[in-house]
């Protein structure tokens, strides 16, 4: 009974084994014509892919040829622009230049000083006839008569290019001589002046820096000298001459005159002395602000100053910055205009009873006088369409690069005090610089009553 039964048991097993074993070999035969699909799909899948390989490749290389068809074409268009560019450039330059022509080469402005430190001036100015600004200037004073009486006249009006008056700004006065600096990036050779008794406001108008903490390099503002705006201005003509194709070069070194010697004032602490005459070595590379930053400062701290009874901090030489500059074409590296410019900040105009000089001081105060005489000399003769006479004295010697020659452009800021008790000073100043721009009508349709 037992054998049977495990006979019989081990028949079920068997059908159960040969049961699993039939439905394993069905399940294999299936997966085996997946994988012959999948096969089959797998080839059609590869060989539609080397298909779109090859159109890609073909289209990549349609897009390459195409791509460079079109870059040939851009280059050629770039080409014919910047070459348009130059010629429009070349017609600013030279619409520019005539205008410059017909506002004159030399140029006098006057600048008068805020300063309500003491009594003032009684004045009044009077508007050009071709803008509005005050182009005239006069003031009352007290005339005694030759029978003795004592009368309250207006003076004999002295004209200028323009007046600043007291509330005008570094910023308006560069809008206003900007046209020099673009001079010379255009190869012109330009000479800026800053003229006046001493405590006049020199300093401030050629070379004040305004006390900014967050400066950003590239801006103006509103109290930054002539020096500081234009160190921002060519290096923002750099910029756009490199954009259509051409390269602008400066370079730039400081010297002042004193005691009636040039002296090189060069950057570090090495000890400055009087030189002979200026050399090209002397010049250094201006590729950065930053450069521009470093010489002027460099300058600025070898310079001479000392204390007057008039002014606590008084130049006592007169500071030149000389800059060059060289425009040339990228493609052929030809120079194609070189300009010079000088930028002058003079030392005042000296009155030895105002000032309370003697001994050394004394000295630098009548050298000083004795140059600006020189230099007032040969304005005239420069308005006057004169032969100058550069010779016989340091400053005008070193300034005839600048100032000679039809290519030259002068421009004279004469800085005045508002205050009655320098009055004396101020009319001297005037009277040595009184010649104006000639030749252009004056103009007065307009009063203005400035009464101090």
Request: net charge neutral; with cysteine.
């Amino acid at each position: 009974m037992t054998l049977v039964a495990e006979k019989r048991g081990a028949a079920l097993l068997k059908k159960e084994l040969d049961s699993e074993r039939n439905g394993k070999e069905a399940e294999f035969q299936n997966l085996i014509r997946e994988l012959e699909e999948f096969r089959v799909r797998e080839t059609t899948y590869q060989k539609a892919l080397e298909l779109e390989r090859e159109r890609a490749d073909s289209q990549e290389k349609t897009f390459d040829l195409r791509l460079l068809d079109a870059r040939k074409m851009l280059d050629r268009e770039i080409r014919d622009l910047m070459d348009k560019l130059r010629v429009e450039e070349n017609r600013r330059r030279k619409l520019f230049e005539q205008v410059q022509m017909l506002r004159g080469t030399i140029r006098v402005i006057c600048r008068i000083r805020p300063d309500a430190s003491d009594q003032p001036l009684d004045y009044e100015t009077e508007i050009g006839e071709y803008h509005d600004h005050p182009v005239t200037f006069r003031v009352r004073e007290e005339v005694k008569k030759v029978w003795g009486e004592k009368r309250i006249e207006l003076s004999d009006p002295y004209e200028f290019e323009r007046i600043f008056l007291p509330s005008e700004t570094n910023s308006d006065v560069f809008s206003e001589i900007s046209d020099f600096v673009q001079s010379v990036v255009d190869g012109k050779k330009a000479c800026i002046f800053c003229y006046g008794q001493s405590g006049t406001g020199k300093t401030y108008t050629m070379s004040n820096l305004d006390k900014i903490e967050t400066r950003q390099e590239g801006t103006h503002y509103k109290n930054d000298g002539i020096i500081p705006r234009v160190k921002t201005m060519i290096f923002s003509e750099k910029r756009r001459l490199h954009e259509i194709g051409m390269e602008m070069s400066a370079r730039g070194c400081c010297y002042e005159i004193y005691d009636n010697k040039l002296w090189l004032l060069k950057e570090g602490k090495g000890k400055d002395g009087p030189i002979p005459k200026t050399e090209d070595s002397h010049f250094r590379d201006l590729n950065s602000p930053e450069d521009f930053d470093a010489l002027v400062e460099g300058g600025m701290k070898k310079r001479h100053f000392g204390a007057t009874e008039i002014n606590r901090h008084s130049s006592r030489s007169h500071f030149i910055i000389s800059l060059e500059t060289a425009v040339k074409l990228n493609d052929t590296a030809e120079i194609v205009r070189e300009g010079l410019l000088n930028l002058v900040d003079l030392a005042g105009a000296e009155s030895t009873n105002l000032a309370g000089t003697s001994g050394a001081s004394f000295d630098e105060g009548r050298n000083i006088n004795s140059s600006l005489t020189q230099l007032g000399t040969v304005f005239v003769q420069l308005a006057n369409g004169d032969i100058p006479t550069f010779r016989g004295n340091i400053l005008t010697e070193f300034l005839e690069r600048s100032l000679s020659g039809r290519d030259c452009m002068t421009l004279m800021f004469v800085m005045i005090s508002p205050l009655r008790k320098y009055w004396t000073a101020t009319k001297h100043t005037l009277a040595i610089y009184r010649i104006g721009s000639r030749g252009r009508p004056r103009g007065t349709s307009q009063r203005l009553g400035v009464k101090k």
